[in-house]
């Protein structure tokens, strides 16, 4: 079985641009949960969907945007970038909703503002 | 607010030796605590995790943790370290709900020289 999926693996944008991220789940999988990770540091939470409803989120800004489609699969759009949005945007599916369920992480995005 | 504490921010191990990895957490309740492992262009794979019941947790990869809730801690061992165990590792600590009650400490990076 194919495990959870993201894409593009890199990315460089400038400052002001916007981004969208995007993350298959794991099959049969129904939440989708958002971290982004900066050098040197844990991942931090941004966002958690649970069938297509937005269950969780972090102390992110509103330029920090999330949806999850009904095959479950999501997108992290980041608009107005700054220079420290650069960091590894990290994905992870399961199966529940509840933090009991294991989260399986994709390789993640890396996203570099100039 | 929890918060978790990982004050090796490096390690280095000889391979075939003893391993362990310090992780201090702080939180009011019985806490969900788990241990997650990252390899260089890799997303996070977990490791074990604690929700209630015995102390000693086993995991994947020949890796156990205790708790010890007198002590705020909950460190990671492994009896003999292989080299394709270095790589970053991360403690993380949440309560029932969601992955936003999760928090990650800054991880420590395992180096095993031969």
């Known amino acids: 079985d194919a495990g959870v999926t993201q894409s593009p693996t890199h990315l460089i944008k400038t400052r002001g641009q916007q981004v969208t991220l995007r993350c298959s789940p794991i099959?049969?999988?129904?939440?989708v949960s958002w971290y982004q990770q900066v050098l040197g540091q844990g991942p931090q939470f941004i966002f958690q969907?649970?069938?297509?409803?937005?269950?969780g989120r972090g102390n992110f800004p509103d330029r920090f945007s999330a949806r999850q489609f009904p095959n479950y699969s999501s997108e992290l759009n980041v608009n107005a970038l700054l220079l420290g949005d650069s960091a590894l945007y990290l994905c992870?599916?399961?199966?529940?909703?509840?933090?009991?369920?294991?989260?399986?992480f994709g390789p993640g995005t890396r996203l570099t503002v100039l | 607010a929890q918060s978790v504490t990982q004050p090796d921010i490096h390690i280095t191990v000889s391979e075939g030796a003893s391993l362990e990895l310090r992780c201090n957490y702080s939180?009011?309740?019985?806490?969900?605590l788990f241990w997650y492992v990252q390899s260089p262009g890799q997303g996070l794979q977990l490791l074990l995790k604690?929700?209630?019941?015995?102390?000693l947790v086993q995991g994947i990869k020949g890796f156990e943790a205790e708790f010890k809730r007198s002590q705020s801690s909950f460190n990671l061992r492994k009896p003999s370290v292989h080299w394709s165990d270095a790589a970053e590792y991360f403690c993380?600590?949440?309560?029932?709900?969601?992955?936003?009650?999760?928090?990650f400490g800054t991880g420590t990076k395992l180096q095993v020289i031969p």
């Open positions: 939180y009011g309740a019985t806490p969900y």
């Open positions: 969907y649970y069938e297509k409803e937005e269950r």
């Open positions: 992870a599916s399961f199966l529940g909703s509840g933090s009991t369920d294991t989260q399986y």
């Open positions: 604690y929700f209630s019941g015995d102390t």
């Open positions: 099959s049969g999988h129904k939440s």
């Open positions: 993380a600590v949440g309560s029932p709900g969601g992955y936003q009650k999760v928090t």
